[in-house]
């Protein structure tokens, strides 16, 4: 299963909401989570099952979707969220990831 | 608190073979799956392996199918991957993460560096 993340840079300002996509090439059902990497660090699970906040990530990250389609939305940016983002997912193996979002300083 | 701890990374030559290791901590890992990713210098994370909590079931990437194998060692708390037939192209840093349910990776280590180099 393919994973294409849309867009693959952008630039925003803090305060801004934020909407990064992931399509699937067949359906994962919810079987999709999203991380969060900074340079020189590991990823962060941000949501699992598609809309899942997992336990202490702020509340202003959310995920949405199902099938082919989901999204991840910040509702407003903070100056720690700027970062790339992954998207994964666990239907079937391999496990693959998106190619990543990186989200830049406007 | 859960922690993951990879080592064994280095610079191999091409053809070369290396065992990296995972200890983990905080969690009792015969509990759990694990997964094995990996991320190349500048560029995005590819999903390697899977091990099943008891290591009956494995699975693998394309791309290191038949050259990488993933054991564990529920004893020591340890999860390895043994590293075959290098590639400059398996230049990376490897990371363990814990399974979480089959619906998300939710701890990773802090990566260990592969490096495939004459």
């Known amino acids: 299963i393919q994973l294409t993340q849309s867009p693959s840079f952008l630039s925003a300002s803090v305060g801004d909401r934020v909407t990064i996509t992931c399509r699937a090439s067949q359906g994962v059902g919810s079987y999709l989570a999203w991380y969060q990497q900074k340079p020189g660090k590991a990823p962060k699970l941000l949501i699992y099952y598609a809309s899942t906040l997992q336990s202490g990530v702020p509340s202003r990250f959310s995920g949405s979707g199902s099938g082919t389609e989901f999204t991840l939305t910040v509702s407003s940016l903070q100056p720690e969220d700027f970062a790339t983002y992954y998207c994964q997912q666990l239907k079937s193996y391999p496990h693959s990831f998106g190619q990543g979002t990186k989200l830049e300083i406007k | 608190q859960v922690q993951l701890v990879e080592s064994g990374g280095g610079v191999v030559q091409p053809g070369g073979s290396l065992r990296l290791s995972c200890a983990a901590s905080?969690?009792?890992?015969?509990?759990?799956?694990m997964h094995w990713v990996r991320q190349a210098p500048g560029k995005g994370l590819e999903w390697m392996a899977f091990?099943?909590?008891?290591?009956?079931?494995?699975y693998y990437g394309d791309s290191v199918q038949g050259r990488f194998t993933a054991s564990r060692d529920n004893s020591k708390n340890t999860l390895y991957l043994q590293l075959n037939s290098l590639r400059a192209d398996d230049t990376a840093v490897y990371y363990c993460?814990?399974?979480?349910?089959?619906?998300?990776?939710?701890?990773w280590g802090q990566g260990s560096l592969v490096s495939v180099s004459s």
């Open positions: 905080g969690f009792t890992l015969s509990g759990y799956a």
């Open positions: 993460a814990r399974d979480f349910h089959n619906r998300a990776l939710d701890y």
């Open positions: 091990l099943r909590h008891d290591g009956s079931i494995e």
